[in-house]
């Protein structure tokens, strides 16, 4: 398991960062990113990550995040400012990981190390 700071994945352009996670998660390895991807970038991991499924190999992802917080300062919506978001994310083979349950405080999933589960 990879914790990958907020920091790394900034000096990345956006398709750095998606093959980057392909990457690793081709690997075997599951990713806690500090930062959530962007909408766009979350849209092109996963076309991408759809390309490359392979019945006999890659399995595909499995992905889950903390939802955006929502402002709430008044002055943020009359100026819609907006605070950094920052989301904590879980990224892995989808024959290793599995979301059990999820809210907007807690990701349970389970680990295998195995591709049965």
């Known amino acids: ?6 920091h790394k ?8 960062k998606v093959k980057f996670i392909i990457g690793e998660v081709k690997k075997g390895k599951i990713l806690v990113l500090e930062k959530g991807l962007s909408p766009s970038e979350e849209a092109s991991l ?5 390309t490359m ?11 889950e995040s903390y939802p955006a917080e929502n402002s ?3 002055f943020e919506k ?5 605070r950094p978001r920052t989301r904590l994310t879980l990224i892995g083979p989808a024959n290793h990981l599995k979301t059990l349950r999820k809210d907007k405080n807690l ?3 389970l ?3 195995s591709n049965n589960q």
């Open 1 to 6: 398991m990879d914790l990958i700071s907020e």
């Open 9 to 16: 994945l900034a000096e990345m352009a956006p398709i750095e």
């Open 46 to 50: 996963i076309e991408m990550t759809m």
């Open 53 to 63: 499924i392979d019945p006999d190999g890659f399995s595909g992802i499995e992905m």
């Open 72 to 74: 709430s300062s008044i």
């Open 78 to 82: 009359i100026f819609k400012k907006k």
């Open 107 to 109: 990701i349970s999933a």
């Open 111 to 113: 680990v295998s190390s």
